[in-house]
């Protein structure tokens, strides 16, 4: 099993910047990927971007805005958003993958005002 806790969202104004972090307990050695996913209201849950080995993949609407790093020795995963826009308004979930399970933490809250 993997618990994850995810912290540092917030109210930004339109163009802040928010920093999330996510920290991994347990079976950690398991995780080859680790990732940041968001849900609004009105959509489904969507990829923000991901990490694995180093190598990082991001949405489209964030691709330039949004950073993903990880920090394997403290289990650490963060996602420095900057030029948030009122779109980005959604819960953000981190997400780390092992086989054969996925596990999810509880989400954190990010609110863009415009």
């Known amino acids: 099993q993997v618990q994850l806790v995810e912290s540092g969202g917030g109210l930004v104004q339109a163009g802040g910047s928010l920093r999330l972090s996510c920290v991994a307990s347990?079976?950690?050695?398991?995780?080859?990927?680790m990732g940041w996913y968001r849900q609004s209201p009105e959509k489904q849950r969507e990829l923000v971007a991901t990490?694995?080995?180093?190598?990082?993949d991001y949405a489209d609407s964030v691709r330039g805005r949004f950073t993903i790093s990880r920090d394997n020795a403290k289990s650490l995963v963060y996602l420095q958003m900057n030029s948030l826009q009122p779109e980005d308004t959604a819960v953000y979930y981190c997400?780390?993958?092992?086989?054969?399970?996925?596990?999810w933490g509880q989400g954190t809250q990010v609110t863009v005002s415009s």
């Open positions: 997400n780390a993958r092992t086989i054969p399970s996925d596990y």
């Open positions: 347990g079976r950690t050695y398991g995780i080859y990927a």
């Open positions: 990490i694995s080995g180093g190598s990082a």
